[in-house]
């Protein structure tokens, strides 16, 4: 990616990118734009660890001036996947404790692997009420399902 199209557009998309000589995959969730540097936060679909350390998210970065840096080798992918941005208004914590007291109903243990086992769709949690969830064709099946079984305050659609 170049620096010049780093902006809010591409937030909740899907990409690759490069983590310790690696490409892996994920979704964009923040960006920041300086007077050198034009950088891009990528949460993973999964933790890769690094020596003792797990990372759920690091940045891509690329100067301004000569396009230096791990930002040439981020990638958009699946730009036909939806996104959406959910707010919820209890904390997911207390959410994914419907799962586990009846798992048997649900045969999951969290919310990320219930939306997750829809066909084409990633949950990505980026704090204790807010996730970014992409689906490539179960997003209104996806909707329909958070608005009648969990506390929501808002779903703003990203793309």
Known sequence: MKTAEVND???????????????????????????????????????????????????????????????????????????????????????ERMFTRDYANWQTVNLKEWIDNYETSRFTQINDRIAIITSEINMDCIKEWLTRNTPLQIIETLN
Not at 38 to 56: C, M
């Open 9 to 95: 557009s591409i937030i909740g998309q899907r990409c690759k990118s490069i983590f310790t000589g690696l490409m892996v995959t994920g979704v964009i969730e923040e960006i920041k734009i300086g007077e050198h540097t034009a950088e891009v936060k990528v949460r993973y679909d999964k933790p890769h660890q690094w020596g003792n350390v797990s990372y759920e998210s690091d940045w891509s970065f690329g100067r301004l001036a000569d396009e230096f840096g791990s930002l040439r080798h981020l990638e958009i992918i699946d730009n036909k996947y939806q996104t959406v941005k959910v707010i919820f208004s209890e904390p997911i914590e207390d959410i």
